[in-house]
């Protein structure tokens, strides 16, 4: 247990200290945009994700998101739903294990493994599924959230 004389490293933090088995969840459907929107940012420009014919003849089957894309959604979640606005990820350990297509809806969920009293710092279990149930992206993630005033 934290010695209750010093300050919480989460003093300060919009949503307040998280606690461990707090999960958050948000969803949304990949588009053809988020692709160009992607390789804007980042100069990916692997076919896989242009050339539909290409991609289809492949062993994905289909036109794919960039990685990036699959794992944006779990950005959304740490720094606006748990643990929330002013945190970053420190690190993380992520296994893409199934492609994500365009016109696709991935749910990206994350779980309070670990809470640290004295410092603002997290440890998740992050996932993406599709629609149907299929796991896409798995791993853990570290994060620390930078306290912040509420205006």
Avoid at 88 to 106: M, S, Y
Avoid at 131 to 149: I, R, S
Wanted: proline residues 5%; glycine residues 12%.
């Amino acid at each position: 247990m934290a010695d209750e004389t010093k300050p919480s490293g989460w003093a300060g933090a919009i949503n307040g200290m998280p606690r461990e088995g707090q999960s958050a969840e948000r969803s949304r459907t990949t588009t053809m945009q988020d692709i160009i929107a992607f390789t804007e940012m980042t100069g990916d420009r692997n076919p896989l994700h242009y050339d539909r014919e290409l991609a289809e003849a492949s062993v994905f089957g289909k036109l794919i998101v960039q990685g990036g894309v699959t794992s944006g959604i779990l950005n959304a979640l740490v720094a606006e739903d748990l643990p929330g606005p002013g945190t970053v990820f420190l690190g993380c350990e992520w296994k893409f294990l199934k492609a994500v297509g365009v016109g696709e809806t991935i749910t990206g969920r994350v779980e309070i493994l670990t809470v640290r009293a004295d410092k603002p710092i997290c440890t998740l279990k992050t996932s993406v599924r599709n629609a149907a149930g299929d796991l896409c992206l798995d791993g853990v993630a570290t994060t620390f959230t930078v306290p912040l005033k509420k205006s």
